[in-house]
């Protein structure tokens, strides 16, 4: 039965795929034309943005807003009303995280696991 | 150069890297190109800018000194179809957000000059933290005088 609601945001997974295309969509930009568009990520900025992807455990999130920066940084970025969580992929391999409700950040250590502790206290688990 | 403190530990001397000739009471003008600007994913019935739009890893956050010649709306909806402005105080940025200025060239545009500033992180010209793009996208979002379409 159909309620009228839109469930595909909270479908397991579907944030992994819809994140996968976006970041796939990203790694085919033109070069950008003014300093205020978004640049192509470099391969390993990419490669870290699949990485980052696979090491979120969490099926449940809904699906991120993902942007390139005029300087080819990736941003994953989910919002609630009340509190925003930004992963950012830069150029050298480097991942950092911010979240504003607890106000945290930093960078994640290579094996890039402890974005789920990141993701947990966003989802108010911990 | 260290100078040294009362309790005759060396403090070092940070230089002062933020350009003051972009004053607190200017106003600037950041570009919002379109593909920034989404339906709120919290189907809020609002837009919002994204992230990427101040993320930045070596090169600074671009701003324009609007003028009365060149850099006016008519111009920047010429030169920028469908772009968004935002207009921002200086101040703002400085103390909210926690920037500094250098004026740059625009690599990508010839702007009159002194016109192309950059924000970066102060005081030590680095990148900006998450806090501060934060910052910047609520003031953004809150300064929009031109929509992006």
Redesign the interface.
Known sequence: MRTGEDRS?YVPSSWREHAESQIAKASVLPP???????SPPSQRTVARAYALVKAIGQNDL??P?T?????????L?W???DR?L?F?I???GVV?????VP?V?GELPDGLEKANEVVEMFLHRR | MANVGGSGVAVPVVPDLDDHSVRDDELVW????P??Y?D???NSGKK?I??????????GI?FLRPDSSVITVSNIQKN?PG?GIAQLKVEDIRKKAGCLFAIEN????SWPKDS?VCAYKAPKKS?L???Q??ELIRLLESNLILLPT
């Open positions: 945001a950008a034309k003014t300093s205020w568009s978004p809904f699906v807003i942007s390139a920066s005029p300087d080819g940084v990736l941003c970025e919002r609630q009303p925003k930004v950012s830069f150029e050298d950092e995280y911010y979240l504003s106000c950040e | 950041h570009l919002i190109d593909q920034y989404r709120d994913p919290l919002v994204d992230s990427g739009t101040v993320s930045h890893g070596k090169s671009s920028f772009f625009d690599p990508l545009f192309h990148r933290k998450g806090w793009k934060d």
